[in-house]
């Protein structure tokens, strides 16, 4: 079945630095979305990729779409402490109407 | 609050007892989505309703576990003789197109 995979599952960043975490898919995927969570909170959504090659940037987060869509990034630059929190990838099967969310990656931010 | 809400955000039960939880979508949209989410994981796909017609569901949900959405707005989901490994935070969301809004999950606890 539909697996996705994030790494690293945490991190540690120092205030200020960038930081990438990593998303993979067994299968290709008709696109990849992202989502936040913060600590006791709920998943918010951040972005969907659709295209082959995809970049899409909001602030000093940059996402992108592998040109197999089978992959996606997420790049956060000059890291702030509201960056802390869990940031899912999360891939569409069995058709659209599920999304498999991966295990996360857990960022803690160091002041 | 015109966003998704979930009643209640906590709930403690016995193990054996029936429960049952409530999701009020965003009022326009025609999707909504179960899942369940446990400590280290992402949220794990349970259920789907387009309006009221539930057209998808996880083999995760045993037959214990029924949902129903009657008019295509509020939905529920029941879980009858609840097992310890019930125990988890229950994640509603609703959405028109891929972006899918998240509720404040209700956290339950099996004892």
């Known amino acids: 079945g539909q697996q996705v995979m994030q790494i690293p599952q945490y991190q540690h960043v120092q205030e200020g630095e960038d930081f990438t975490t990593y998303c993979n898919s067994s299968t290709t995927l008709s696109n990849i979305q992202w989502y936040k969570q913060r600590p006791g909170g709920h998943p918010v959504f951040l972005i969907q990729?659709?295209?082959?090659?995809e970049v899409k940037k909001q602030k000093r987060l940059t996402f992108q779409f592998g040109e197999a869509k089978k992959n996606s990034s997420l790049h956060i630059t000059a890291t702030q402490t509201t960056d802390v929190g869990t940031y899912f990838c999360?891939?569409?099967?069995?058709?659209?109407?599920?999304?498999?969310f991966g295990k996360g990656n857990q960022v803690v931010v160091i002041p | 609050d015109t966003g998704v809400s979930q009643d209640p955000r906590h709930k403690i039960t016995k193990r054996g007892q029936n429960v049952t939880f409530r999701c009020d979508p965003i009022s326009e949209h025609n999707r909504l989505y179960w899942y369940r989410q446990t400590l280290g994981q992402g949220p794990e796909f349970l259920t789907y309703?387009?309006?009221?017609?539930?057209?998808?569901k996880s083999r995760l949900l045993s037959d214990r576990f029924s949902a129903e959405r009657p008019k295509g707005s509020f939905s529920t989901l029941e879980i009858q003789r609840t097992e310890q490994g019930d125990s988890a935070m229950y994640l509603c969301?609703?959405?028109?197109?891929?972006?899918?809004?998240f509720g404040p999950g209700t956290r339950l606890t099996v004892l």
């Open positions: 990729l659709v295209k082959s090659g």
């Open positions: 309703f387009q309006n009221e017609a539930q057209l998808e």
């Open positions: 969301a609703s959405s028109l197109w891929g972006e899918q809004f």
């Open positions: 999360a891939g569409p099967y069995y058709g659209n109407n599920r999304l498999a």
